[in-house]
């Protein structure tokens, strides 16, 4: 089963505009972290921020914050103030702390483009 | 700080023939990982170091890779012999604290690997 599920290949937005990228998630650990990377074509895997499973607020990092609605087993990146830097490909992330071995577990990424 | 650094970049050979990349992690990191991302999917986890020893290798084909972390720091990733579907970007990871959840693994630019 896929435990990360990027639903958007792709997305556009304009230049100062916000932009939500989708994450769900599947586990039974009660503990777990999710995670947000950045690649740009360079190909570096760039952090950009993180959630906890026993956070209690959404997690935020400059213009990233992390729309963490853990019933619904989602963890959306709202990127706000939209750069012509910030496109790249995404990255939704988790880890479970059961596996023991801090395998961290990807998604499909979705493509974001930001135009002038 | 001196990020996680890879090399080479590029790296074009014929199937059957064999590769090696290395991988130096950041100053002071215990835990190096090697991950596998294949075009337009996210990166697999292929083998986990902690130190010197191999905590989870489960997804490298170990009948044609290997991967060595011989004094604890940096770290080489061997294909022989590589099949055309090796073809992918290589990236290694390393991260500081091996038992919290948070964990941030920062990544390196990767080697891009073509298998003619």
């Known amino acids: 089963a896929q435990k990360i599920t990027q639903t958007q290949p792709g997305m556009f937005v304009q230049e100062k505009e916000a932009v939500t990228l989708d994450c769900t998630y599947d586990?039974?650990?009660?503990?777990?972290?999710l995670f947000w990377y950045k690649q740009p074509s360079s190909g570096e895997m760039i952090f950009l921020i993180y959630?906890?499973?026993?956070?209690?607020q959404n997690a935020t990092e400059g213009r990233y914050s992390l729309n963490f609605q853990k019933a619904r087993k989602s963890a959306n990146l709202v990127i706000s103030a939209s750069q012509l830097g910030d496109s790249a490909m995404y990255f939704c992330?988790?880890?479970?702390?059961?596996?023991?071995?801090?395998?961290?577990?990807f998604g499909t990424g979705t493509r974001l483009l930001v135009s002038p | 700080e001196a990020g996680v650094a890879q090399s080479p970049r590029y790296k074009i050979i014929e199937k059957r023939q064999s590769v090696a990349f290395w991988c130096n992690p950041i100053?002071?990191?215990?835990?190096l990982y090697w991950y596998q991302q294949i075009l337009g999917q996210g990166p697999k986890l292929l083998i986990q170091?902690?130190?010197?020893?191999?905590?989870?290798d489960s997804q490298l084909p170990k009948d044609r890779f290997s991967a060595e972390r011989l004094k604890g720091v940096d770290s080489t990733l061997k294909i022989q012999p590589a099949k055309l579907e090796d073809s992918a970007v290589y990236l290694c990871?390393?991260?500081?604290?091996?038992?919290?959840?948070?964990?941030?693994?920062?990544f390196g630019a990767g080697t891009r690997l073509s298998v003619l």
């Open positions: 990871a390393s991260s500081l604290v091996p038992g919290a959840t948070k964990n941030i693994q920062y």
């Open positions: 586990t039974s650990d009660p503990s777990y972290g």
């Open positions: 959630q906890g499973s026993y956070d209690q």
């Open positions: 992330a988790m880890r479970e702390a059961n596996t023991g071995f801090q395998k961290l577990v």
């Open positions: 100053s002071g990191h215990a835990t």
């Open positions: 170091f902690q130190n010197n020893g191999v905590v989870d």
